[in-house]
C-alpha cells in the first residue's frame, strides 16, 4: 500500500512558476514509476507527465513539453512537478500517481495508488 500527499497548489499569474511534490509512504517508492495527472473542470482527467523508477526516462504530454518538469528524489520518497510559464489552460486539479511497473506510463489505468489532488489555479 502507497500513500501519496501532494503539497498545496496555489493561485499563480500566466506566465509564473509553482512547483508541485507529493510525498509517498511506504518502502518501495524507489521500484515505482511516478506520474502527475490533472482535471480541468469540465474534462477528462489527462496525462501530465511520468517518470521511470530510476528517474533516468521522463515522459510529456504535448501541451505541457518544455514548460514543465518531473523529477523524483528516492531518498525523500518524494517525485516534483517544475511547471514553468504557466497559462490559463493549466488550470486544474493535480494528481500524482504511482504505476508499480516501474517503467512510467500514460495511461492512467497502469496507476495503481493517487493521492488527493491539488487546485493549481492560473490567471490571465
Known amino acids: 500500500q502507497v500513500e501519496l500527499v501532494e503539497s498545496a497548489g496555489g493561485l499563480v499569474q500566466a506566465g509564473g512558476s509553482l512547483r508541485l511534490s507529493c510525498a509517498a509512504s511506504g518502502r518501495t517508492f524507489s521500484s515505482y514509476a511516478m506520474g502527475w495527472f490533472r482535471r480541468a473542470p469540465g474534462q477528462e482527467r489527462e496525462f501530465v507527465a511520468a517518470?521511470?523508477?530510476?528517474?533516468?526516462?521522463?515522459y510529456y504530454a504535448d501541451s505541457v513539453e518544455g514548460r514543465f518538469s518531473i523529477s523524483r528524489d528516492n531518498a525523500k520518497n518524494t517525485v516534483y512537478l517544475q511547471m514553468n510559464f504557466l497559462k490559463p489552460e493549466d488550470t486544474a486539479v493535480y494528481y500524482c500517481?504511482?504505476?508499480?511497473?516501474?517503467?512510467?506510463?500514460?495511461?492512467?489505468?497502469?496507476?495503481?495508488?493517487w493521492g488527493w489532488g491539488t487546485q493549481v489555479t492560473v490567471s490571465s
Open positions: 517518470i521511470n523508477w530510476s528517474g533516468g526516462s521522463t
Open positions: 500517481a504511482a504505476d508499480p511497473t516501474g517503467w512510467g506510463h500514460q495511461v492512467a489505468d497502469e496507476y495503481d495508488y
